[in-house]
């Protein structure tokens, strides 16, 4: 009797644990929830991965980034610690700081990529090419985590790069925001362990809204919107610390219907709602105060799935980029998706040089 009720106890102790976490985390603001979650992180890491894990905030490899699969011709392999690398408990650390850092549609998106990486080694079996494995993903802290302190946290691996710096539990920076895939459709059902079905698509609203955005524009408007005829082969400025400073292009918001605009709304809703609800009403609140006016919708390429297509959305703060040119590895035309964030004041908290 005394061990069932000892058990009992457990249990219920167990279950009020998560529960109080998890409630925490919904009520915490995001930069305290995120410190809260990497402290437990480290905490759980021997000396060996807290060194491969940590560095300091000032480390010039805090803003060298990229989401294509390395080590490359040119650039080595990702620092930080692999999730592969990681023990049971650190794991489940490392994901729940990850988990703390997005919204659940967000993180969703994020291991249905890492997912998609075992799909990729299938269809490349005997093919050679990069590695593909669904715990190649590292993270990485910079600096140390503390109610009054600032700190970075870079997540990143093949179509993955999310980047964030907390300082005194308010997060000040959350670009570049990278989500990419391969395949962006799932055309078939492939045996093996990984649990992509056919029909998966992690970024539908990313492309779907754009195509009904740049399909309902009329002639005249797409004369202002479109400005190439075939789509560039990549997203501008991969992999360098800022975005582009180029002027924005394309249509702007104000010459657009209401339905026209609503979908646009739609559009950025679907790129803001990856993170937690209080950093994307603040990118939203920042569009707004500099202008909805002056966002403009430039596309490229074809205007319908299965050819290259790219697309545009740029206003005073932020830099939108979407591109589907490549082929997946199963051969499918135009069906990889590479899309992100930029904050046009500068990422990674650091300021544009004027």
Not at 134 to 162: M, N, Q
Not at 227 to 239: H, L, M, Q, Y
Request: with cysteine; hydrophobic share 40%; proline share 6%.
């Amino acid at each position: 009797m005394k061990s069932r009720l000892l058990l009992a106890a457990l249990l219920t102790f167990v279950f009020i644990s998560s529960t109080a976490w998890s409630y925490y985390l919904r009520l915490a603001s995001t930069g305290e929830a995120m410190t809260e979650a990497a402290e437990k992180f480290l905490a759980t890491l021997d000396e060996q991965h807290r060194a491969a894990a940590t560095f300091e905030f000032d480390d010039p490899r805090r803003v060298d980034w990229h989401f294509i699969p390395l080590p490359s011709a040119d650039k080595p392999e990702r620092e930080g610690l692999k999730v592969r690398q990681m023990n049971e408990s650190e794991r489940k650390a490392a994901f729940a700081l990850l988990k703390s850092a997005l919204s659940e549609v967000g993180y969703e998106k994020a291991t249905k990529i890492m997912a998609l990486e075992s799909l990729l080694a299938e269809l490349q079996k005997a093919k050679g090419g990069p590695i593909r494995d669904s715990e190649r993903y590292y993270f990485c802290v910079f600096g140390k985590p503390t109610a009054d302190g600032k700190w970075g946290l870079s997540v990143e691996g093949h179509h993955l790069s999310l980047n964030f710096v907390v300082e005194k539990g308010k997060v000040i920076s959350s670009t570049p925001t990278v989500f990419a895939a391969n395949p962006a459709t799932v055309m078939s059902d492939y045996p093996g362990s990984h649990d992509i079905k056919k029909g998966t698509r992690v970024l539908a609203k990313e492309e779907t809204l754009a195509f009904d955005l740049v399909q309902s524009l009329t002639p005249e408007e797409r004369k202002a919107a479109i400005i190439a005829e075939k789509a560039p082969s990549e997203v501008r400025a991969a992999g360098e610390p800022q975005p582009p400073t180029e002027a924005a292009v394309g249509i702007a918001a104000d010459k657009l219907t209401d339905a026209q605009r609503k979908t646009l709304v739609a559009l950025l809703d679907a790129y803001c709602d990856n993170l937690p609800a209080e950093v994307a009403k603040a990118r939203k609140a920042a569009i707004d105060k500099a202008g909805t006016e002056k966002v403009r919708f430039a596309w490229a390429g074809a205007d319908k799935p299965g050819v290259g297509h790219y697309y545009r959305v740029q206003g005073p703060t932020f830099l939108i980029e979407f591109v589907n040119t490549q082929p997946d590895s199963a051969g499918n035309p135009a069906n990889h998706i590479h899309s992100l964030w930029r904050d046009m004041a500068g990422d990674f908290a650091v300021p544009i040089a004027k």
